[in-house]
């Protein structure tokens, strides 16, 4: 279709948002957030403001929350950017976020998930614990709180975060350095409140009938935050590599330890109160006949390491094989995308769960942390053969086939093929990476090794594989096709962030201009993050 006048924008952002993005005039609204008079004692009060806060860290379809919701605030930003899947939707042609072209109503929903549902019920939270006297109440939520706003401050930068529970909203912005500095204090005390209680109570639960993840279980929760903890120390080790240390051996010398088999990660459970679907499944199935595909990155790195994950993460093509779709691609007839010839996701609409944090980024967290020379209880070899280990584990797979994987020393990632027949698209691959650890190989090496696995095991992930990618430069993602950013974003160095929403401009602005000082440049996609120094 080419590039969009800008005199139809208006109307075909209409057009989308009544087949894609449904319900967005509710988007500055609170319509997740519990309120005062639907509550009639503390208990349900203080629970059912935990249930929303965990209902909006990754969202989801539930009769509250819509996939059209987790589409344009992780499906269209970081799931693509990611390199895990590709947009095969028609809007625009192509000319959309994928080709970073920013649609103003796509990069709204995840600062307005944080800011309207988490932050809100958190607060209310707080307020009830203090008045009845139950630190580990204020604790857990607390920990989820972090979990979800790192989110958005990595999705944005700057975010009024600190200065939260002013009574106005009109709040300026604070830099990502100080939101980081925050969320590690919030999660110390936090984690030294639950170990302290768990170990008093150890088979004691909080909020036990509100918990979607753990039941309540206290240790498994101080597992999780420890894990939490060391994910930020290491997301902030090019910005200030000593405080990222400090708190990454806080996490690892904790006595009750991080997260370690799959019984302990954080994923949401189904259960007779909560009934959900990923909402992956209805995007790459329902909607349109599918908006999103495997991506060509995925498509090189398991093609290459001939990874048995592939079944698991995707479906075959027609012809046996597993192929992806390049980002930013402009495309004539969208059909060849969105039919047999191109991997879709193989997801269950009752089995695959939302996933916040697996075991296997867990052992790779340690991994490079012990590549740095950081006391993290053991060896980055024996840690990367763990999570590859974990992984296969967590995929329905075999530790055995885990080890013959990670022994292999001679498989790279493969050269990318537009098994569609559309032209153009073709190019090799971005790195030449083997899956078998190399005590002699440098660091750097080494680093990628670590990294490429973590993120094949985080699919799909999309927050988190952005994230590393932006951080370490790993794994090697294959640029765009097309760059519509007007020169706003590097095709090389790829997108960083995305823009503000367009509320902040409206309702915030004197706010929102001091988030873009602190950026330190214009509000763009190419402005890159606080601990984005690498």
């Known amino acids: 279709?080419?590039?969009?006048?800008?005199?139809?924008?208006?109307?075909?952002?209409?057009?989308?948002?009544?087949?894609?993005?449904?319900?967005?005039?509710?988007?500055?609204?609170?319509?997740?957030?519990?309120?005062?008079?639907?509550?009639?004692?503390?208990?349900?009060?203080?629970?059912?403001?935990?249930?929303?806060?965990?209902?909006?860290?990754?969202?989801?379809?539930?009769?509250?929350?819509?996939?059209?919701?987790?589409?344009?605030?992780?499906?269209?930003?970081?799931?693509v950017y990611s390199g895990y899947i590709a947009p095969t939707g028609t809007w625009y042609?192509?000319?959309?976020?994928?080709?970073?072209?920013?649609?103003?109503?796509?990069?709204?929903?995840?600062?307005?998930?944080?800011?309207?549902?988490?932050?809100?019920?958190?607060?209310?939270?707080?307020?009830?614990?203090?008045?009845?006297?139950?630190p580990q109440v204020?604790?857990?939520?607390?920990?989820?709180?972090?979990?979800?706003?790192?989110?958005?401050?990595?999705?944005?930068?700057?975010?009024?975060?600190?200065?939260?529970?002013?009574?106005?909203?009109?709040?300026?912005?604070?830099?990502?350095?100080?939101?980081?500095?925050?969320?590690?204090?919030?999660?110390?005390?936090?984690?030294?409140?639950?170990?302290?209680?768990?170990?008093?109570?150890?088979?004691?639960?909080?909020?036990?009938?509100?918990?979607?993840?753990?039941?309540?279980n206290v240790v498994n929760w101080v597992k999780f935050a420890n894990t939490l903890r060391l994910r930020l120390a290491m997301r902030i080790v090019y910005a200030n590599p000593t405080l990222a240390q400090a708190e990454a051996e806080k996490s690892t010398g904790n006595p009750i330890g991080l997260i370690g088999s799959i019984n302990d990660r954080a994923a949401l459970q189904r259960s007779s109160i909560l009934t959900y679907y990923h909402p992956l499944y209805e995007i790459a199935y329902s909607f349109n006949s599918g908006e999103a595909r495997m991506s060509a990155s995925m498509d090189s790195y398991l093609n290459g390491y001939a990874d048995p994950r592939r079944a698991a993460y995707f479906t075959k093509a027609d012809d046996g094989n597993y192929h992806g779709v390049r980002q930013g691609i402009l495309s004539t007839t969208w059909t060849p995308y969105t039919g047999t010839k191109i991997s879709n996701l193989n997801m269950s609409p009752s089995t695959t769960q939302i996933v916040w944090i697996t075991a296997a980024e867990s052992y790779f967290l340690r991994a490079e942390g012990a590549l740095r020379g950081w006391n993290m209880g053991g060896l980055a070899q024996d840690f990367y053969n763990q999570g590859i280990a974990a992984s296969f584990v967590e995929n329905g797979l075999q530790a055995s086939d885990a080890a013959v994987y990670a022994a292999n020393n001679s498989l790279v990632p493969a050269a990318f093929t537009d098994n569609s027949g559309q032209s153009g698209n073709n190019i090799t691959a971005q790195s030449t990476i083997k899956i078998a650890w190399n005590a002699a190989d440098n660091f750097e090496t080494n680093q990628e090794r670590i990294i490429t696995q973590k993120w094949i095991a985080?699919?799909?992930?999309?927050?988190?594989?952005?994230?590393?990618?932006?951080?370490?430069?790993?794994?090697?993602?294959?640029?765009?096709?097309?760059?519509?950013?007007?020169?706003?974003?590097?095709?090389?160095?790829?997108?960083?962030?995305?823009?503000?929403?367009?509320?902040?401009?409206?309702?915030?602005?004197?706010?929102?201009?001091?988030?873009?000082?602190?950026?330190g440049g214009p509000d763009g996609g190419g402005i890159k993050l606080w601990w984005d120094k690498k």
């Open 458 to 519: 985080m699919y799909p992930d999309g927050p988190e594989g952005w994230a590393e990618f932006r951080r370490t430069g790993y794994p090697k993602l294959f640029p765009v096709v097309n760059n519509s950013s007007n020169g706003t974003v590097s095709s090389s160095i790829q997108v960083r962030r995305i823009p503000y929403p367009q509320s902040e401009y409206n309702n915030n602005k004197a706010g929102v201009q001091t988030g873009v000082s602190a950026l």
């Open 1 to 79: 279709m080419g590039w969009i006048k800008l005199i139809a924008i208006s109307a075909l952002i209409i057009a989308l948002i009544a087949s894609c993005t449904k319900n967005f005039d509710k988007y500055n609204t609170n319509q997740n957030e519990a309120s005062e008079t639907m509550m009639g004692t503390d208990n349900l009060k203080t629970g059912s403001f935990f249930t929303q806060m965990q209902r909006n860290v990754v969202l989801f379809k539930d009769g509250t929350n819509l996939t059209s919701d987790y589409q344009v605030a992780q499906g269209l930003t970081s799931d």
């Open 138 to 216: 204020e604790a857990l939520a607390t920990i989820v709180k972090v979990e979800a706003m790192h989110r958005v401050t990595d999705a944005y930068g700057p975010i009024p975060y600190n200065n939260y529970g002013t009574g106005t909203l009109q709040n300026n912005y604070n830099t990502q350095q100080d939101v980081y500095t925050k969320f590690l204090n919030e999660l110390d005390t936090s984690i030294n409140t639950l170990t302290a209680y768990a170990l008093a109570n150890p088979t004691a639960t909080v909020l036990k009938d509100f918990d979607y993840i753990y039941g309540g």
């Open 93 to 134: 042609g192509g000319v959309h976020n994928g080709a970073y072209y920013f649609i103003i109503p796509w990069i709204e929903r995840t600062f307005t998930s944080g800011f309207a549902s988490v932050m809100p019920a958190w607060q209310e939270i707080v307020k009830a614990a203090r008045a009845q006297g139950l």
